[in-house]
């Protein structure tokens, strides 16, 4: 579970700084294995639309841009069994500890506007990792604001805007 919030601001016509926080919590509890982690993630960089911004009434936008991306995290494992058919199980239990991660972006995206001010857009995007510090103690199963921890990753998010009207052209 996590919620994300964006904001964009034109630094020309056609073009956007943008900048992106969140927040997940991730829980997985199985027969022989407990896993919890809980993070944030900060994305910056920029969107530039393809449309004619002088068009007049046309609010929409089908952009491309780029994003780095820096999530920090703590996770571990309070409890993991594993199962042997000869000797004794063992079991034991990871200390949550502390790592973060710096990844790359390139983006796709459309984004309409379904009343005044209200907009609705959707992204695909494109994901590498740059660097990560985690000892490999424990492998995440999600890095907040990337995803599964693989070197490339795809993905998508769809969003919900409000556009300020005190900044509105």
Known sequence: QGMNFLARVSVTPNLFAVG???????????????Y???????KLGIDYDVFNPAEKGN???IFFGARYGFSWQDHGSSGYTVVNGYWDDTTGSVDNYFFNTH????????????????FMGVTM????IFYNSNSKTLEPSSIPGYGTPTPFNFGFSYTLEYQIPYFWK
């Not at 919890?36 to 900060?42: A, D, F, T, V, Y």
């Not at 995007?125 to 590498?128: D, E, S």
């Open 36 to 42: 919890n982690s809980k993070g944030m993630g900060l």
């Open 20 to 34: 992106e926080v969140g927040y997940e919590k991730y829980d997985y509890t199985s027969v022989n294995y407990n």
């Open 59 to 61: 609010n929409d936008n």
């Open 125 to 128: 995007r494109g994901k590498a």
């Open 103 to 118: 990844y790359g972006e390139i983006l796709f995206g459309l984004r309409t506007e379904v009343f005044k001010h209200l």
